[in-house]
């Protein structure tokens, strides 16, 4: 097996227990590794770090596997899904969770989604990729899920070198699958649909807003399949409008409201919720509830700026819609904009639009996406639940 030696003092990182070694933190490549190999990892003190995959062809030229003297192969990859597996038995509810999170289930680039009976899973990296069909095996045998389908028609795949591509991993079926989440059910299209079809990281954050809409007018931006906004509908308020610009988006949403019996509360608009916001505060529109899911607005460090701008807009005009002691549900899905920045941006907006603004939880995600401590970058939600005099 290939030996990789880091350059001096680059070892920090990893035994702090981050598993990706950047190109320019390797010092000397031993042997002749190929591209997705499994390599041994050693500092330049030539200690013993670790085991990863290998991709010359990526910036993160090594994620690390193990930091054990351990073979890596069927049953390591079958022990970890397990792990991850169990976990999530204990801490979500598994009729629709994420099974693997990547980094944060110490299996690097690997995403696998359960909605009901159905699996989705990405393989991100080629280190990863290249166990494919063993890792199909392996949730096969596991889960004993009705299909699998394969969601890589993702950029970043190509940072790796490997093709965007999609299609089933098991025998054909239905791509449109019904899954029930908190008690509501979402249709998800798993081959159509944004990322893996449904956005489960919010899912404890759309339970807390139980306590909030009962009763009230609430608007959703950023809807995508209706997922807060039926929420809202379900918990008791009493007209809900959800917006967002994708017309494919606002059909599921719409389809979804049906499914549940909620069309006459939940209707939804095809709209720029930028534009939208504006338009309403001009028509002095009012809400006793306001839920912001925007995109990530950055991807990347460099445009945090025009995020913070874009995040402190919709929250300003979000804001100025409010009743007095009504509430409004922010959040961010950017990783680049930490807990501290985006309470920052909150304050700004809140200072702007004139409004008393109070912060009543500071929600993270599902329990079932948790943080690697070592890899801060693992956490990227933040749901902030405010309320607005
Ligand atoms: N709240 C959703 C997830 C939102 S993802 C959920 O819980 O499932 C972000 C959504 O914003 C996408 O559906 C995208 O189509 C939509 N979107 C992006 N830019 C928008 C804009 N300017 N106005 C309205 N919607 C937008």
């Not at 035994?15 to 997705?36: C, K, L, M, Y």
């Not at 969770?97 to 944060?104: I, K, N, Q, T």
């Not at 997922?227 to 719409?254: M, P, T």
């Amino acid at each position: 097996m290939a030996k990789i030696m880091l350059a001096k003092n680059k070892e920090m990182r990893v035994e702090s227990g981050h598993p990706w070694i950047f190109r320019s933190d390797i010092q000397h490549v031993a042997g002749n590794p190929q591209p997705g190999d499994i390599v041994e990892v050693y500092s330049h003190q030539n200690r013993f770090l670790g085991k990863g995959y290998y991709n010359p062809v990526s910036q993160i030229t090594i994620r690390m596997l193990t930091r054990q003297d351990e073979d890596i192969n069927r049953e390591f990859l079958y022990q970890r899904i397990l792990r991850a597996w169990e976990y999530r038995q204990k801490v979500a509810d598994t009729e629709s969770c994420r099974v693997v999170f990547a980094e944060s289930d110490f299996l690097p680039a690997l995403i696998v989604d359960k909605f009901s009976d159905i699996l989705v899973v990405q393989t991100l990296a080629l280190g990863i990729d290249r166990y494919k069909a063993e890792i199909v095996d392996i949730l096969s045998e596991i889960i004993q899920p009705r299909g699998i389908y394969e969601r890589n028609d993702v950029p970043v795949r190509e940072l790796e070198g490997l093709p965007q591509q999609k299609g089933f991993l098991s025998a054909p079926f239905d791509t449109r699958v019904e899954m029930v989440e908190n008690g509501i059910k979402f249709l998800v299209d798993v081959e159509n649909g944004q990322k893996t079809g449904f956005f489960l990281d919010q899912k404890e954050n759309r339970a807390a807003l139980k306590p909030l809409v009962k009763n009230g007018r609430v608007l959703d931006c950023f809807s995508h399949t209706g997922s807060f906004a039926l929420h809202a509908a379900y918990y008791g308020a009493r007209e809900v409008v959800g917006v967002d610009i994708s017309a494919h988006a606002v059909a599921c949403a719409e389809h979804n409201a049906r499914l549940n019996g909620l069309e006459q509360t939940a209707r939804f608009k095809e709209a720029n919720a930028f534009d939208l916001l504006r338009n309403y505060a001009d028509q002095k529109e009012r809400f006793d509830t306001v839920i912001l899911d925007p995109p990530a607005f950055t991807k990347t460090k460099s445009a945090v700026e025009g995020a913070v701008r874009g995040y402190k807009e919709i929250n300003l005009r979000a804001m100025k819609l409010i009743n007095e002691g009504g509430f409004l549900v922010s959040c961010s899905c950017s990783q680049h904009i930490d807990n501290g920045l985006f309470m920052n941006i909150l304050h700004e907006a809140a200072r702007d639009a004139k409004r008393a603004v109070r912060l009543i939880e500071f929600r993270s995600q599902a329990k079932d996406h948790p943080i690697l401590m070592a890899s801060r970058e693992t956490q990227y939600i933040k749901c902030a639940l405010m309320q607005v005099f």
